[in-house]
């Protein structure tokens, strides 16, 4: 499966933001999605993740409450809401995917989109 990001931009403190990740060239609702980031300087982490069916999701403590996780199956689409943003979100975020909903490791991922950057300035 092919994963594309889209979405990203520069925004204010306490600003919204949404992010899409598109996907194409596979069994999209066969896949668990997630969302990671990457600052600079500093490892990939997951931020969000959501089952094939949609039931289950779950997110990173750093953004619970401000960060929602969506999936539109008939479209190959996921989403990222994200609401009351803060300098420290400032990265490049990624979609991936793989066969089973849980895991929160990078390596556990073999599909990955490009990235989209997101700045969020004080």
């Known amino acids: 499966v092919q994963l594309q990001a889209s979405g990203g931009g520069s925004v204010q403190a306490g600003e919204s933001l949404g992010l899409s990740c598109t996907a194409s060239?596979?069994?999209?609702?066969?896949?668990?999605m997630a969302w990671f980031r990457q600052a600079p300087g500093a490892e990939r982490e997951f931020i969000a993740g959501?089952?094939?069916?949609?039931?289950?999701?779950k997110v990173a403590e750093s953004v619970k409450g401000r960060f929602t996780i969506s999936r539109d199956n008939a479209n190959g689409i996921i989403g990222l809401e994200m609401e009351s943003l803060k300098p420290e979100d400032t990265a490049v975020y990624y979609c991936?995917?793989?066969?089973?909903?849980?895991?929160?490791?990078?390596?556990?991922?073999?599909?990955w989109g490009q990235g989209t950057l997101v700045t969020v300035s004080s």
């Open positions: 991936a995917a793989r066969s089973g909903f849980g895991p929160t490791r990078p390596s556990h991922y073999p599909y």
């Open positions: 060239g596979g069994s999209f609702g066969n896949y668990a």
């Open positions: 959501i089952s094939w069916t949609g039931g289950s999701s």
